[in-house]
Nanobody, 122 residues
Framework: QVQLVESGGGLVQAGGSLRLSCAAS????????MGWFRQAPGKEREFVAA????????YNTDAVKGRFTISRDNAKNTIYLQMNSLKPEDTAVYYC???????????????WGQGTQVTVSS
């Protein structure tokens, strides 16, 4: 399994930007699809975005299309989530995730990070 550590969360005003990072350990990082889920207070965890091992394919949930961009740097064993035009409803704990296959659902996840808090004030 791959070990995942997120960073980059924080407090930002609505309309602002943040970039989350997820650093992975393990020599097989480049063979994993990677992505992000988020969980808002009182809500279930939901899919945000995912990227194939090669970076050639990505999935995004409709709520973030046009605002969030997922990318990866296999040389650095790191993925990123660039979040622009943030809204208060983006407030959540964001979790990094890894799977052998490109994914949209939790059932396909093999490894999780510990989460990083993103808070967007209005």
């Amino acid at each position: 399994q791959v070990q995942l550590v997120e960073s980059g969360g924080g407090l930002v005003q609505a309309g602002g930007s943040l970039r989350l990072s997820c650093a992975a350990s393990g020599r097989t990082f480049s063979s994993y699809a990677m992505g992000w889920f988020r969980q808002a207070p009182g809500k279930e965890r939901e899919f945000v975005a995912a990227i194939a091992w090669s970076g050639s394919s990505t999935y995004n949930t409709d709520a973030v299309k046009g605002r969030f961009t997922i990318s990866r740097d296999n040389a650095k064993n790191t993925i990123y989530l660039q979040m622009n035009s943030l809204k208060p409803e983006d407030t959540a704990v964001y979790y990094c995730a890894a799977s052998p296959h490109l994914f949209r659902v939790e059932a396909e996840i093999w490894s999780w990070g510990q989460g990083t808090q993103v808070t967007v004030s209005s």
